[in-house]
Each structure stands twice: as structure tokens, then as C-alpha cells.
């Protein structure tokens, strides 16, 4: 009886449940539809289907693909220095217990507390007096502070289960503190900080407040030339992009799902 | 010693880069901006009703987002975090997946659903339900959906975590001793998930008060909040000064949010004990 009992939900959140998910999905399917459309605005239902937007992606001045590009670099470039910056911050603060730990703890996470348009104002005014400064190094610049919080609450998480006693171990046994460090403690928080890493990676690509502030002409990312696109053009060109980007998305998903489960987003 | 140098060498250059490219330029910029105008700029918006509305339009709408959030995120993280069946991976994936496409794309599938000839008026106008189409783009109205839309996910991954941890037993004990499912679920299950509650509501909260991409899509020039007048200033109207100080009181807005929503929900939290953890 009580078996038959557990894992059954009355019918109101179940109710609540497919209404969220059609809510949620709704815009995305949308998008991907619309990308099909012959028409430039989408008919529902579609009478054909075309491909003509997507050939439209490599060919209108919207300069997409430079814009993956940037995006791509500036996310890894970004989330490599995080992970050095991260980690050894995360490390100063997990093995021993002093007063200031908490205050630190919440240094290094601190830029999560800010709004972003507002640091990208201060960013902004801040480049605006240093002359000849390139557009990649300041949104560059820009995006090292915003994603390090995601890799250090990650690194945190995980270290915070770290069994400080095996570093003594291999200390007692004649490592050094880096040998230690690369032979034992990486490996045994490496998920943790590839989570984290993930996270910011993908918190970086999809950034668009910081970077449409420390833009120009020359250099930009790619949600800054879609947001451009769209002020003077809303044909299905972006519909095309954005249904890249959200399979895009999806794959990654499931190769999480697959590699390191979805427990990290189940985390207070 | 060897201890407190560890320590040091290992914050350093984390702490060395937040100062300088954060910190310092955070007040640096709040310090030019005072030297510069005075509180000239502070003044005009905090005496300005134009100005005053944006502000309580940005808050009424944040709080609006967080109270949707809740009454659907709850139900639907009780169903994600008690549902035995194999539909739950899925329906995790679902809620997840969305989180890594940009706001830019999502902003934009509302554009395509509530525009002037979008999904939602060539329906109701087929159905018959309406003669004009409805106006919905760049009002209050879109610019909640989106942020709902937007921040649903982190309230339903939130509190499904917590009610997770809750162990089923306790639910089954209570049943036990008479009381209905009702009377289980406002007496032992709800009290138990405030934490995810509390930091569901503090995170979406926090993060509408500070949207922008979603605001400048769907709101347009029409409606506005914050964030999207620092835009405003900074690229049509060049009043840099201004621009300045709509940023800091935004986020003075958000810190002041911050420390008072710790300082009320740290006692409740107490109270609950055993359940901090949970």
C-alpha cells in the first residue's frame, strides 16, 4: 500500500507541470519554426519550408561568424584565467579555518552581486580615459570579473567535501605542495571545476550587457551583432542563428547530462 | 606562519585582480561621477516623478516576476522533486536547457509569439476571440512574461533541490498520524522548503531588478526599466553624469535588497534548524 503510495503527485502539480513546460518551450520552438518560414513573417502553419535564412547568416552584413568567433575566444580565453584565478583563491580558503575567511569568501564572489549594467557602465566610463585601448582586451577585461564567481562557488562546493587529510598523506610521503596539488587534489575536484568552468564558459558566450557597452565597429561578440541586427532588420535571419544556437545548446546538454549528470544545477 | 604565507600566496592574485579591475574601479568611477556633478544627477532623478516611476515600475515588475515564479515554480519543482517516473531526466533537461540559451534568443522567440502579426494575434484572430490585434509588445506586459520566462527555471531548480532533501518518511509520518494531504503539505513540506523558497526569491528578484536584454527587447523605448534608461543616457542622450547615477542607485537598490533580505531571512532559517541544511 505504501509502495503504491510513494512517487504519486495529485493532479495539481501536474497540471502546473505541462502548463510551465509548454510556457517555456513555447518561445524556442517558435524560433526554430520561424527559421523555416519562406515568409518573413512566420504563417502558422507553415505552407514550405526554407532554408534561405540560414544561407542568409554567412551572407548579410550582420558579420555573424566573426562574431562566433570573438565569442568563442574571448569565453575561453576568459574562463582559462578564471579557472587559475579561481581555484587558487578557492584553495586559500577551504584548507584551514581563520577569521576572515567569510569575508574573503564573499570577496571572490562579490562581482555576482552587482548589476551588470552597472559594471559595464563603470567599465565604460573607467576605458574611456585610457586612449588606444583595444575592444577585445576591454570586454575581455569585462567578462574575467563577471564569470568568476561560477567557478568559484563550483570549486568551493566541491572542496568543501575534499578529505584534507590525503594531501597530508602524500606530504608525509615526500610530495611537494604543487606534486600534491596535480597528483591529488586536482584529480579529485577536476568535476567540480569543470562545472564551474562550463558554466562560466557558457555564462561568457551568451553575455550581452557588458560587452554591447565596450564594443565598436571592429570588434564584437556574437549576442551583441544579433542585438544589432535586430534594430534595423527582424527577418528570420536571427530565427536561423538562434535555432543554431539553441540545438547548439541542447547537444551540450545532453553530453552534460551524459558526462557529469545534472545534480550540479540541483545545488542550494 | 608557513600557514598564514599559504594562505596569502594563494588569495593573492585572485584578490589583486577583483581589486583592480574590479573594486577600484567601482569607486573610482562613484568618486568622479560625486566629484564632478555633485549629487546634481542623484538629485534630479530622486526628485523627478518621471524618473521615480521607472524606478517603482522596475521594482513592481521584479516583484510581480518573483511572485509568478513562485506560485508556478513551486508546483512544478514538488512534481520534479517527487515524480518516481522516467519523465523527470527529461523534463530536468528541460528546465536546464534553457538557462544556456542566451537571453538575446530567448527575448526574441516573445518578439516572434506577442508581436503586432505574432503567433498569439494570428490565433486569437482565427478563433475569432478578437477583431484588432492586441498590443502587447514594448507594454508591462511583455516585459513580464520575458522576465518570468527567463527566471522560471532558477525558481523551480531552487526549490526543487530543497524539497528533494526533505526525507519522504517525515511526509509519511505525519499521513500517519491523521492528518490529510493538505494538512501534510502546509504543516510539514512547506515550512521545510522555505530555504529553497527564500533563495529562489532572492535570486529572481535580484536578477529581474538587474535585467536588461530582456527590458530593451520587449519593453523597447515604450516601457523602461533601470537598467535599460542607463542605455538611454549613455547612447542617445550622452549625459554620461546622469547615466552614472541611475547605475549606482540601481545598485544601491540591489545591495540594500540584499542585506535586509539576509538580515529578515536568517532568523526564519534559525528557527527552522535541522532544515538549514536541508
Not at chain 1, 45 to 73: C, H, L, Q, R
Not at chain 1, 224 to 242: K, Q
Not at chain 2, 204 to 213: A, D, G
Request: glycine share 6%; aromatic share 12%.
Amino acid at each position: 500500500m505504501r509502495k503504491k503510495e510513494k512517487g504519486r503527485v495529485s493532479p495539481l502539480p501536474v497540471v502546473v507541470t505541462v502548463l510551465a513546460y509548454f510556457f517555456i518551450l513555447l518561445p524556442l520552438v517558435v524560433v526554430i519554426l520561424a527559421s523555416f518560414s519562406p515568409t518573413p513573417v512566420l504563417k502558422f502553419p507553415p505552407e514550405e519550408i526554407s532554408f534561405k535564412w540560414y544561407a542568409n547568416i554567412f551572407s548579410t552584413s550582420g558579420k555573424f561568424v566573426s562574431g562566433f568567433v570573438n565569442s568563442i575566444v574571448i569565453a575561453l580565453v576568459a574562463t582559462v584565467i578564471d579557472i587559475f584565478l579561481g581555484v587558487t583563491a578557492c584553495l586559500s580558503v577551504s584548507k584551514y579555518n581563520f577569521k576572515l575567511k567569510n569575508v574573503l569568501v564573499n570577496f571572490f564572489t562579490s562581482p555576482m552581486f552587482i548589476p551588470s549594467i552597472t559594471f559595464a557602465f563603470v567599465l565604460l566610463q573607467l576605458f574611456s580615459g585610457i586612449k588606444g585601448m583595444p575592444a577585445w582586451s576591454k570586454i575581455l577585461i569585462g567578462h574575467i570579473v563577471i564569470i568568476l564567481p561560477y567557478i568559484v562557488r563550483n570549486t568551493l562546493a566541491i572542496l568543501s567535501s575534499f578529505d584534507w587529510t590525503l594531501e597530508d598523506a602524500a606530504a608525509s610521503l615526500g610530495a611537494g605542495p604543487v606534486t600534491t596539488f596535480f597528483k591529488v587534489t586536482l584529480p579529485v575536484i577536476k568535476p567540480g571545476v569543470m562545472a564551474g568552468a562550463l558554466l562560466a564558459f557558457l555564462y561568457s558566450f551568451d553575455e550581452a550587457v557588458v560587452s554591447s557597452f565596450l564594443t565598436n565597429a571592429k570588434f564584437s561578440t556574437l549576442p551583441v551583432r544579433i542585438l544589432n541586427y535586430m534594430e534595423f532588420s527582424f527577418d528570420p535571419t536571427i530565427a536561423a542563428i538562434s535555432t543554431i544556437l539553441i540545438l547548439g545548446s541542447l547537444a551540450l546538454m545532453l553530453i552534460m547530462e551524459r558526462v557529469v549528470g545534472l545534480d550540479m544545477f540541483l545545488k542550494t | 606562519m608557513q600557514r598564514k604565507k599559504g594562505i596569502l600566496l594563494l588569495a593573492a592574485p585572485c584578490a589583486i585582480v577583483l581589486l583592480v579591475l574590479f573594486i577600484i574601479p567601482m569607486v573610482y568611477v562613484l568618486v568622479s561621477t560625486l566629484r564632478e556633478d555633485g549629487l546634481k544627477y542623484f538629485v534630479k532623478f530622486l526628485t523627478d516623478t518621471f524618473y521615480l516611476k521607472i524606478l517603482w515600475d522596475t521594482i513592481l515588475i521584479s516583484v510581480e516576476a518573483t511572485a509568478i515564479c513562485l506560485l508556478v515554480g513551486y508546483p512544478v519543482a514538488y512534481f520534479l522533486a517527487r515524480t518516481k517516473s522516467k519523465i523527470k531526466n527529461l523534463l530536468l533537461i528541460a528546465t536546464v536547457f534553457p538557462f544556456l540559451v542566451s537571453a538575446v534568443v530567448r527575448a526574441y522567440g516573445w518578439m516572434v509569439v506577442l508581436g503586432q502579426n505574432g503567433l498569439l494575434n494570428q490565433f486569437l484572430q482565427a478563433v475569432g476571440l478578437i477583431d484588432k490585434p492586441l498590443e502587447i509588445m514594448y507594454t508591462y506586459k511583455a516585459v513580464l512574461i520575458g522576465v518570468v520566462h527567463l527566471l522560471l527555471p532558477y525558481m523551480i531548480l531552487s526549490i526543487t533541490s530543497v524539497i528533494q532533501s526533505i526525507d519522504e518518511n517525515i511526509e509519511y509520518a505525519a499521513n500517519s498520524l491523521g492528518a490529510s494531504p493538505v494538512q501534510t503539505f502546509l504543516k510539514v513540506t512547506l515550512p521545510l522548503s522555505t530555504p529553497g523558497i527564500v533563495s529562489g526569491c532572492i535570486l529572481v528578484f535580484t536578477l529581474s531588478m538587474t535585467s536588461y536584454v530582456t527590458p530593451k527587447l520587449l519593453g523597447g523605448v515604450k516601457f523602461r526599466m533601470m537598467s535599460t534608461m542607463v542605455n538611454q543616457e549613455v547612447n542617445v542622450n550622452f549625459n554620461w553624469g546622469f547615466a552614472s547615477a541611475i547605475s549606482y542607485i540601481l545598485l544601491f537598490c540591489i545591495l540594500v535588497f540584499q542585506i535586509v533580505a539576509t538580515m529578515a531571512t536568517s532568523g526564519t532559517l534559525k528557527r527552522l534548524g535541522g532544515a538549514k541544511n536541508a
